[in-house]
């Protein structure tokens, strides 16, 4: 098992690749502390982790609110003791017009304080606690779209998710003096709930398929795929890896748009 | 096991990286092909992958040499009925020095080995792999390819950052069959070079010179890389082709750093 005996809280998992997260982590051994807005979800979802023999405790919280998120990182010291890895994964998207100019001022302002200031918090009060320990691992939640623009997503959401790659090498650069690696997974399209994929949806092929033509692999992403990646950079084999910024899209940054 | 039931071919792995890579591999339970250059060191490998339960064979090979990997894909299958991974891992670092003051020779070489072997080894992969319904392939890029070094040279740094060319136009070509490519950059990794005896690497000053500048203050080891291969081979990075994975200790994101600051 390639947590044993780590605790890892996951942040926005209630949903998509933080909900395959946790189960994942938690299989591999570690005690993870999942967070979320939606309590009675979270709690169904850690009583089903709990079912196939894994350690979890669910915390309802919102990234974007400094409170939440000090409890949420106190509730994994007072509950397993510490805390070595911490994936801020929470992320959302609008689906309305999402040009500069047409996107309205509060949904810009949301969209950043969860997707960017989120990661910013997570970051903030993690660090304390992992140098305790003498060391951690951080992964966050950027996107093909920090640096790729596309036509649909929200101005908001591109400029926060180059705000978290950009904060994942400034977090990389100096905390590696603790021993706390900050690396990012850079997800294409996954099938999750952001694009109106229910969790029971997703291993259905032909939901998987669907939006098939960006990338040069022809499906979407699992969301089990995001939690492999995060895996990596979580456990000890990444550790020389830091600052890192890993693409799992199908290939759609490799190539340009003429994948037919 | 991460690779159970596959077959993998790891080029330049009589020593270093690839070494680890393929007792990594044999590990994980792929059936493994050792090549490389040296007949006796790589029976060596297959030797240490046996004596701990693992299968593999030794196939001599140099990466820049067309019939020799058409030969090494060949006797993979032959001996192990398909092939599922290849990690185009053989390299050389010919010159290191200012580009104009490279020798064409040394050029020529650098290029030979490091990118036309990565190459002729998709070349040769690519069949078998389609007629297995998919592969993963993952070639040894370098930092160096991406950030320039007093310490590389002209032939290095063109062709490591042509293999992640190579790597993203492969990506695109094979994706409809299921075949993954992705490349591996390495930073400074301690225990890579076949003609430095192993206590260079733990002396000290060594040490300093090569982490001085990198925000994680120590060496990579060859199985920091191994592992990064492992995921990019295993079906665990599924979803991942044209991807180019840095394994530095962050050297390439810091800017120059002029000392460490103490942990506070």
Known sequence: MRLKGKVAVITGATAGMGRASAVLFAREGAKVVMCGRRKELGEEIAKGIREEGGEVIFVQADVSKSEDVKRVIKAAVDTYGKLDVLFNNAGINHHEKGDPDQEPEEVWDNIIDVNLKGVFLGIKYAVPEMRKVGGGSIINNSSVNDTQADEVSMSSYHASKGGVTALTKKAAVVYAVDNIRVNAVNPGPIATELVDITWDQLNDPEIIEMRKTKQPLRRMGHPMDVAYAALYFASDESAFVTGATLLIDGGQSAAYRDVQ | ?264
């Open chain 2, 1 to 264: 096991m991460r690779l159970s039931g596959k077959v993998a071919v790891v080029t330049g792995s009589t020593f270093g990286i690839g070494r680890e890579t393929a007792l990594l591999f044999a590990k994980e339970g792929a059936k493994v092909v050792v090549s490389g250059r040296t007949v006796e060191a790589g029976e060596q490998v297959v030797k240490e992958i046996q004596a701990d339960g693992g299968q593999a064979i030794f196939f001599r090979a140099d990466v820049s040499v067309a019939r020799d990997m058409r030969d090494l894909i060949e006797a993979t299958v032959k001996t192990y009925g398909k092939l599922d991974v290849l990690f185009n891992n053989a390299g050389l670092l010919t010159y290191q020095g200012k580009v104009a003051d490279e020798p064409e020779e040394s050029w020529d070489l650098g290029i030979a080995v490091n990118l036309k072997g990565v190459y002729l080894g998709i070349k040769y992969a690519v069949p078998e792999m389609i007629r297995n319904g998919g592969g993963s392939i993952i070639s040894n890029s370098s930092m160096w390819g991406i950030a320039a070094s007093h310490r590389s040279g002209g032939s290095y740094a063109a062709s490591k950052a042509g293999i992640i060319g190579l790597t993203k136009q492969s990506a695109l070509d094979y994706a409809p069959y299921k075949i993954r490519i992705n490349c591996v950059l390495p930073g400074d990794i301690a225990f890579v070079g076949a003609t430095r005896p192993k206590e260079y690497w733990t002396r000290p000053e060594v040490v300093q010179e090569r982490s001085a500048h990198q925000p994680l203050p120590k060496m990579g080891d060859t199985r920091d890389v191994a592992y990064a291969v492992l995921y990019l081979a295993s079906d665990e990075s599924m979803f991942v082709t044209g991807s180019s994975l840095v394994v530095d200790g962050g050297m390439t994101i810091a800017e120059v750093m002029a000392g460490r600051t103490a942990p506070s």
